[in-house]
């Protein structure tokens, strides 16, 4: 599995390195590689499975538009673990 991982703070950085040690690939972008989500394009998001954001509060509605755009769909789990 790909993952992308928005953000490399705390968070972003330890999900990013457990999914390693599990053996996923994984890409990441921090808030600065991606303003306003302008790096999720079709080519950035060629070949990835999952994309997880830890960047701003407001961020992941322009990431979930962004993904929508160019992958065609996305399913979204909030952090509370149920699904929508």
């Known amino acids: ?32 590689d991606n ?11 060629a070949g990835v499975d999952v994309v997880i954001d830890f960047t701003l509060p407001k961020q992941p509605l322009k990431t979930y538009a962004r993904c929508w755009h160019w992958a065609g769909g996305l399913s979204s789990a909030p952090p509370d673990g149920t699904t929508r």
């Open 1 to 32: 599995m790909l993952i992308l991982v928005l953000g490399k703070g705390k968070t972003g950085s330890l999900v990013a390195e457990v999914a390693r040690e599990r053996g996923h690939g994984v890409r990441t972008l921090d808030i600065g």
């Open 35 to 45: 303003p306003h989500a302008s790096a999720l394009t079709a080519p950035n998001l």
